[in-house]
C-alpha cells in the first residue's frame, strides 16, 4: 500500500510527503480495499482484518480511545468478522461484514445511527428498524448524515432507504432522526426506474433515477 501526503498517510510522521511511499507498518500483507475519510483512512487485508489511522477525535478510527495514530493500527473488536467494505464521514466509520452484511459504526454519537447518542470509540453494531431487514446493497456517508439502501426484502418483495445523522434542511427525507429511519419504500420506485444511485453532500441528498423500459 502506497499514499501521499497529509496527516492521515499512514508513515509514523506528520510531514509531507511529495511521492507515494510505502506504508511500511503494512509491509508483506496483502490489502484488498481502502477507504479514506476526513483526516483518517482505512484499509482491509486479505482475511477480512481492519487497519485505521489518522485523525482519533470521536473515536472514529474505532480502537477504543481519541488519539491521533499516524500509522496503521488493528480494529481488534472487528477481528475475526471478516470485514468487506469501509465507509468513512467526517466523525465516523462504518464497515459492512463479508458474510453476514450487517453494518457497524463507530465515531461521533449524534452520526452513527445507535440508540446511544455518546461517541462510539469501538465498533457496534447498527440495527434496522425492521423486524427482518434484508442485507443492505449500496450506502453512502457524508459529513453528518448516512443513507442505506437495502436489498429486495424476500418478506414483501421491496427495497428499502433509511436515512439518519443531522436533519438540518431536509436531507434526511424526514424530520430529524438520530437512528436509521427508514423514511421511504423502492418498491413504487423500481416500477417505474432502474438504476438509482444516491450521493450526499454536507446539506443536500440527491437520487438519480433512469426511467424502466417497461413503463
Not at 70 to 96: C, E, M, N, W
Not at 122 to 134: L, N
Not at 176 to 204: A, E, N
Amino acid at each position: 500500500l502506497f499514499s501521499l501526503p497529509l496527516f492521515s498517510t499512514g508513515h509514523n510522521s506528520i510531514s509531507d510527503s511529495y511521492l507515494p511511499r510505502n506504508v511500511k507498518a503494512l509491509a508483506g500483507k496483502r490489502m484488498t480495499f481502502i477507504s479514506c475519510g476526513h483526516c483518517h483512512t482505512g484499509s482491509i487485508d486479505e482475511d477480512g482484518n481492519t487497519f485505521m489511522w489518522g485523525g482519533g477525535w470521536y473515536g472514529r478510527l474505532g480502537v477504543g480511545d481519541t488519539t491521533n495514530k499516524l500509522q496503521p493500527v488493528p480494529v481488534d473488536a472487528l477481528r475475526g468478522k471478516s470485514v468487506a467494505k469501509l465507509y468513512l464521514g467526517a466523525f465516523h466509520t462504518y464497515a459492512i461484514l463479508a458474510k453476514s452484511c450487517e453494518l457497524w459504526g463507530w465515531g461521533r454519537g449524534d452520526r452513527v445511527g445507535l440508540e446511544d447518542q455518546s461517541d462510539q470509540l469501538k465498533p457496534a453494531r447498527v440495527v434496522m428498524k425492521e423486524e427482518h431487514p434484508p442485507p443492505i446493497e449500496l450506502i453512502d456517508v457524508s459529513e453528518n448524515m448516512t443513507l442505506v439502501v437495502t436489498g429486495t426484502d424476500t418478506f414483501n418483495d421491496k427495497k428499502l432507504v433509511y436515512s439518519w445523522g443531522l436533519g438540518r434542511y431536509g436531507k434526511l427525507g424526514a424530520s430529524l432522526s438520530l437512528s436509521p429511519f427508514l423514511f421511504f419504500s423502492l418498491s413504487l420506485f423500481l416500477s417505474l426506474f432502474f438504476s438509482l444511485s444516491f450521493s450526499l453532500s454536507r446539506c443536500l441528498s440527491l437520487c438519480l433515477c433512469l426511467p424502466s423500459t417497461n413503463t
